[in-house]
């Protein structure tokens, strides 16, 4: 499948070389792009300097906006499937054909790498938010959905113009619970993470408890009640 790696990034200096390299030198196959998320640090000046594809927002409007770009561009460039993939090292680019192969073989709509497809999930303060949001999926949709919190998901086309050109489609956990609730498939395929290795990651314990605790509230009370949209 012609597939489209889209790369948010902000504030990922220290990083986005090494992503940008490990993908374009290994897997020359997969066309990427890297959405700069109004960086203030020196992001934007390496992907220039190096000639990467490049979308250059002026400020930051968070990763919804970034990837409604994204899936716009992608869309509009007539690829199949696209893949959000982060820009601080964590994700694995040997995984992408793996997870188009899923998508492929049981007709999924989004497809989720799962550090815990066969895997035990740590009992972790790091990790119960993880389990709390699984949980309520889980309780909510029927399906069990091991890894709610990756951020290394495969989109179909047709999701892709759905996050692309429709309000309150943002690439959440409580997004994939709606979606499950209208009958799209949803599938995880094992892939391993690393730790970040450079910069800070934005959620902080208390920021995780407040990230979880939204899905939750959205998951059960807004998308629990939102009209369904039913897959064609």
Known sequence: MKTLVIIPAYNEEG???KVVESLADGFPQYDYIVINDGSRDATGSICRENGYPMLDLPVNI???GVMQAGFQYAYEKGYECALQFDGDGQHQPEYIERMCRQMAEYGADIVI?????GQEKPRSLRMAGSRIIQAVIRITTGKNI???TSGMRLFNRDMMKKFAYTM???PEPDTISYLIRCG???EEAPVEMKERETGESYLSFKRSMQYMLHMCMSIVFIQGFRKKEERK
Do not use: K
């Open 184 to 186: 799209y498939r949803v």
């Open 113 to 117: 790498g799962s550090r815990f497809v």
């Open 15 to 17: 990083s986005i070389q």
């Open 168 to 170: 309150n489609y943002g």
């Open 146 to 148: 091991q890894d709610p």
């Open 62 to 64: 968070g990763l919804a």
